[in-house]
């Protein structure tokens, strides 16, 4: 995470000529797939869950965007196949799936991926963007602590690469003030250090799933060239386009 950290403020510092940098937050919604590998409780259902995003955009004269963004959201589904329990601990699970409740993989799903996107000007005050990104994503959970629907709860502490692309469209609504509406779509490949319950024989677990958050928000530009800059030249007499 530091190295992610120092990487991103290389790139937003490297060069001069930005031609604005901005702060944006939104909140929405994300689906998922369903689990590979040896995650034992596959859902057959696609569930619908919150999910929020923080990004740090720089703006480049060309039109590229480049920085860091943030996703956290939940990883579940459900399944109409039902799967032999487990003691958990503190309590004993007597099934897991076929009853409606969910399979909760990640409650905290935490993405932090640095991303290049390519920004495309509709008109005056309207962009639109696609590009790729790429990171290290966390899954955090109680897995101790069942509530009422849910119905099977993964271990906590899993991370692993994450990669994936994105698209959106901006429309400003003042002078630093826009609109977003954000579509992204990450893959994420989790490992644990700790064996899953019924793995036989006991092994680590790990498994890959993939989400797409949407979110919608404001952004807000941190730094920005007037245009009664452009065509001018900096202190270091490299040119505002």
């Known amino acids: 995470m530091k190295r992610l950290l120092a990487l991103s403020i290389l790139l937003l510092t490297y060069n001069a000529q930005a031609q604005k940098v901005s702060l944006a937050i939104g909140a929405g919604g994300a689906t998922n797939g369903q689990p590979t590998d040896n995650m034992v409780y596959k859902g057959d259902q696609s569930l619908f869950n919150y999910a929020v995003q923080a990004k740090l955009t720089y703006n480049t004269v060309t039109n590229w965007q480049y920085g860091i963004v943030g996703h956290m959201h939940e990883l579940s589904s459900k399944s109409d196949s039902t799967y032999p329990g487990f003691p958990n601990r503190y309590l004993k699970v007597d099934s897991v799936g076929g009853d409606g409740k969910k399979l909760l993989y990640s409650k905290y799903t935490i993405a ?96 890959s799933i993939w989400a797409l958050p949407i979110t919608v928000g404001l952004s807000y530009d941190l730094f920005k060239v007037p245009k009664s800059a452009r065509n001018t030249y900096n202190v270091r007499k490299r040119r505002y386009n």
């Open 112 to 207: 932090a991926c640095l991303f290049l996107n390519k920004n495309f000007q509709l008109g005056e005050k309207t962009n639109f963007y696609i590009g790729i990104a790429a990171g290290w994503g966390f899954a955090r959970n109680n897995s101790l602590y069942y509530e009422e629907n849910i119905s099977y709860v993964a271990a906590d502490g899993g991370d692993g690469f994450c990669y994936g692309g994105q698209l959106g469209i901006s429309q400003m609504l003042g002078k630093r003030t826009a609109f977003f509406l954000d579509v992204a779509f990450r893959q994420y490949n989790f490992d644990y250090d700790a064996g899953a319950p019924l793995v036989r024989p006991a092994e680590d677990l790990n498994y």
